[in-house]
């Protein structure tokens, strides 16, 4: 048989093409090499050489055990020196490997592996707490979390032993040694000198080994000396009592030692990059996210999720398999002919030589999966696809390696992905780092580098109730009223009404809110208030729908982000909404020229280009005329309601019901109870005024504060600061209400309210904590007042307020409900009512350290004073951007070299800033770049990615 030479990229002498590796990516260049010379090619390193194949057809050939065996090559050659013969790094043949083998398989067999279910959930749940804990607005490090989850898993059920990883800063020093050792094995044959060279790193490799060999030894020894009653099913078990059926011997101590030490390697490194991919693969194509959540909604419900669960999510197996398809863990495994052959029918192959099956390239054959191979799509790996590609074309998927030396360990790693990604999709929302480009970490696996996402609890659920979840002691159906009445389903009667909103700072939460109570007075009943999405995939047909959403800087907010992308990538010409009916109302700040309303707008026209059916003129507000509530109560009144009662009837309830929205207080004077928030308390330790002026409120103030046990805090990170009305404001709320110091309220309410409902609460905590006592009096308002005035004058004065009057009197004056009773003391206004006018209550230098971090070399800080500009610090800077426009020539060597900008502070600061970035660039570019449109252009393509802004006003 004629045959041809196998072709090879140019090659350096003695190194080969060790030079032409990126170190940090190896798996990256060996692709590249293929995208250039097809399905087979020849690659040299210093002591091997190796044949690579690419395709289904060459890698179909390689696979079969009769004509091709495993080599140990590579990485796994250095690993030996750890591991010795263990189950993946034995040499074919090894007698050590054939004993370990038969005596694990049943260990890893069906029922074997279902009962490891408790031990999964438990460090499954650790996880879910722990970015529960975190909060929405942290950025977890995913790789790096599932790495700590999954080596936690293997550890706990193939021998007992916690690593606790997540209750520790530090790692156990057998984690640290393990990775250093993967780390350095993988480096060993692109070493370009020779050995001699090498002798530190050498050593540390042997410290490293004995590290992980002596902790092995001391588990295996704990094991063996400990008392009989105690028990334990799993694999050291397994491996100190098992017998060989075929040789009749035990695993010796060394073997044993040998393979946990593999157990830990390989069961924890695949896995973790798998979930790490997976997240990615479904935050990047929004669609696949919601079907998968979907998917788990409906199968697992809100309560516990269960073994029995897993076999029930196709869906996800889907996403697993294409995950893995798409970007392997495990990037090559090699074989060797065991005789002289010829591979596809014209390349001779030498016995012994090493071929290597780039599995990540056999995965993209687009003869097997079409010209979509790049693309993600569960779909194709569903179990009824998935078998047919398989039968169609042979070893076309092998991310666990090939036949009697593939993974052992695939059903623990199998169900131990479902659990985890079926726990978090249940109980989170993910927002993926804006910018992130996908790039690869390689050590003995491949993993994602950088990737963070910040998780977003669902359902209204907090730490504490998910905890209960996880434990199965919280009811999969939640009273309503438990979380202050605010995403209730009502079951009154009514027109049906879902109420969805798009909020990251409670505003556009607190107008949803609005629309339920008001909605009571209009006959129709709320049957759903939460989340866009809570909705994503599915929005329903049979009622109207009204959405309230916010833009932050042209994005969505955190909770409607999913629902967004849903409905982006929905195609017109399907029509998929059809039957919708909908109204939206937006707010926005107008200050953000480029990005004012773009999601309110977006949400408006895309629902509409699907065929749903837009009930009211797009209604919006501008944030920064402090008329939100007046705006947007002139919308319900004039649009949103007409159009609902034309389109779906309703009914106008009676004049008490339409003032107070259902709300009834029922007051009396206990003394013994007191108010419970669901927040930890911080201790503020010290203050002390950094500047003075003659006007108190310009002081600039240190404040330390003492965070609660266990609670941490990074730079980054925000703290929230609880809103308390001030005392004389609730002194004058409680004296014009005539309510004695020690009154308590009992609320009760037909709708869901954002007041504690259904307990006795003191009238000052209700007045200081839940409702916004200074907030301007709405026209709406002032027209409830007035009816209850006493006489002709007064009813003529409060319309002058509520009309011709209100710009000046109320706007521009800020006059609250609050000031206006003061104002018309003859008004006896029942609780009840004063509470149904009130919003809900929202959430509103530190010279030494810094010199101290300055002189440490942590930061260089360059100061501007505003009202000492004379000072030698400042240099005749004024502000902030007047210091960086004095200093731009070392801010634009920086930024040749990639720096980024972060800019904290108001908004005056961040445009000033971003005037002084354009400017920079004028200088650095040439005239024919100068024009405004492409410095404009410029710099909008920096925005979050080198130029980030958190302005706080």
């Not at 050590?96 to 005596?103: K, L, Q, S, Y």
């Not at 780390?183 to 050498?202: H, N, Q, S, V």
């Not at 109870?673 to 010290?686: F, G, H, I, N, S």
């Not at 007045?767 to 002032?782: G, I």
Request: glycine share 6%; with cysteine; aromatic share 8%.
């Amino acid at each position: 048989m004629a045959t041809v030479d196998i072709p090879e990229p140019p090659a350096y002498p003695i190194i080969g093409h060790a030079a032409l590796i990126d170190p940090s990516y190896p798996l990256g260049s060996i692709q590249g090499f293929a995208d250039k010379y097809g399905e087979i090619f020849r690659m040299r390193f210093p002591g091997s050489n190796n044949v690579v194949v690419t395709t289904q057809a060459l890698v179909n050939e390689v696979c079969d055990e009769k004509r091709f065996k495993k080599v140990v090559a590579g990485p796994l050659n250095h690993i030996r020196r750890g591991v010795h013969d263990g189950l993946f790094t034995a040499h074919d043949g090894e007698e050590p490997w054939g004993i370990a083998h038969r005596v694990l398989m049943p260990a890893f067999g069906p029922l074997k592996i279902r009962n490891m279910f408790d031990e999964m959930h438990d460090l499954a749940s650790q996880l879910t707490l722990k970015w529960a804990r975190v909060g929405p607005d942290t950025h977890v490090e995913v790789s790096d979390d599932f790495t700590r989850l999954t080596l936690d898993t293997i550890a706990l059920c193939s021998m007992g032993f916690r690593f606790n990883s997540f209750y520790s800063e530090d790692m156990h020093p057998f984690v640290q040694a393990m990775a250093d050792f993967l780390t350095e094995c993988g480096e060993i044959d692109r070493r370009p000198l020779p050995g001699m060279f090498y002798r530190a790193k050498d050593q540390k490799l042997m410290q490293d080994i004995e590290i992980m060999r002596s902790t092995a030894e001391e588990i295996v020894m704990a094991r063996k000396n400990g008392t009989k009653s105690e028990s334990h099913n799993d694999l050291l078990t397994a491996m100190l009592d098992g017998v060989d059926a075929k040789t009749g011997k035990k695993m010796t101590d060394q073997s044993i030692m040998d393979n946990l030490i593999t157990f830990l390697i390989a069961g924890h490194e695949t896995t973790s990059g798998m979930l790490s991919y997976s997240f990615y693969q479904m935050l990047t194509h929004p669609e696949t996210f919601t079907k998968a959540q979907q998917e788990v909604d409906a199968v697992c419900g809100k309560g516990p999720i269960t073994v029995d669960h897993l076999n029930k999510l196709p869906y996800i197996n889907g996403v697993l398999r294409e995950t893995l398809r798409l970007t392997s863990t495990i990037g090559i495994f090699a074989v060797t002919p065991i005789e002289d052959t010829v591979v596809g029918n014209k390349y001779f192959v030498k016995k012994d030589q090493p071929m290597l099956t780039l599995v990540s390239k056999l995965h993209q054959d687009a003869s097997v999966y079409g010209d979509d191979a790049m693309e993600f799509h569960p779909e194709r790996m569903m179990d009824e696809n998935f078998n047919r590609l398989n039968k169609e074309f042979p070893n076309c998927w092998k991310p666990f390696g090939n036949g009697k030396r593939s993974c052992i360990g695939r059903p623990f790693a199998w169900q131990e992905a479902l659990l985890i990604m079926a726990m978090l999709l249940q109980n989170f929302n993910f927002v993926m780092k804006p910018g992130y480009t996908l790039s690869h970490k390689q050590t003995l696996t491949v993993k994602p580098n950088g990737f963070t996402m910040r998780p977003i609890l669902r359902d209204g659920l907090t730490p504490t109730t998910l905890e209960r979840r996880l434990a199965g002691s919280l009811p999969e159906t939640n009273d309503p009223k438990a979380e202050a009445n605010l995403t209730a389903e009502d079951t009154s009667k009514g027109v049906p009404l879902t109420v969805l909103y798009g909020s990251n700072s409670g505003t556009c939460k607190s107008l949803a809110q609005q629309v339920v109570v008001d909605g009571a007075a209009h006959g129709f009943r709320t049957v759903k208030m939460d989340c866009l999405d809570s909705v994503k995939g599915s929005l329903p047909t049979d009622h109207p729908v009204v959405i309230v959403t916010a833009s932050f800087e042209g994005e969505p907010p955190d909770n409607a982000g999913h629902f967004v992308s849903w409905i982006q990538s929905l195609k017109d010409e399907e029509q998929a909404l059809k039957g919708v009916s909908y109204a939206v109302f937006g707010c926005g700040h107008s200050d953000w020229v480029s990005t004012y309303q773009r999601i309110p707008k977006l949400v408006n026209s895309r629902l509409a280009a699907l065929g749903a059916k837009q009930l009211t003129p797009l209604g919006a507000t501008d944030v920064s005329t402090g008329a939100t509530f007046t705006d947007f109560e002139g919308w319900e009144d004039g649009l949103l309601w007409p159009a609902l009662k034309k389109q779906f009837g309703g009914s106008d309830a009676s004049t008490e019901e339409n003032r107070t929205g259902g709300v009834k207080v029922v007051v009396s004077n206990p003394r013994n109870e007191t108010l419970r928030q669901d927040v930890q308390p911080a201790v503020v330790v010290e203050t002390k005024t950094l500047t003075k002026y003659a006007d108190e409120k310009l002081a600039k103030k240190h404040v330390e504060i003492k965070l609660p046990t266990g609670m941490k805090y990074r730079a980054g990170d925000y703290l929230a600061v609880l809103p308390v009305n001030p005392k004389e404001t609730v002194q004058r709320a409680m004296r014009v209400l005539g309510l004695s110091w020690d009154a308590h309220l009992e609320i009760t309410s037909d709708v869901p309210v954002a007041l504690p409902v259904n307990t006795r609460v003191s009238a000052s905590d209700v007045l200081s904590l839940y409702v916004e006592l200074s907030q301007p009096a709405t026209k709406r308002n002032l027209r409830e007042i007035i009816e209850f005035a006493p006489d002709e004058k007064t009813i003529v004065s409060l319309g002058h307020l509520a009309n011709d009057g209100y710009a000046t009197e109320i706007t521009a004056k800020k006059a609250s409900v609050l000031d206006i009773l003061e104002q018309f003391p003859c008004l006896n206004i029942p609780v009840g009512d004063f509470l149904s006018m009130l919003p809900p209550l929202r959430d509103d230098l530190y010279r030494e350290e810094l010199d101290e971090w300055q002189r440490l070399g942590a930061v260089d800080v360059r100061r501007a004073y505003s009202r000492q500009t004379d000072a030698a610090e400042s240099k005749g800077c004024k502000y902030v951007q007047d210091r960086a426009w004095h200093d731009r020539e070392e801010l634009m060597a920086l930024w040749k070299q990639g720096a980024k900008v972060y800019v904290c502070g108001s908004k005056a600061v961040g445009e000033s800033v971003k005037g002084v970035m354009i400017r920079m660039r004028k200088e650095m570019v040439p005239e024919g770049e100068q024009d405004e449109e492409k410095l404009q252009e410029w710099f909008n393509s920096l925005r979050n990615v080198r130029y980030v802004v958190d302005v706080f006003d």
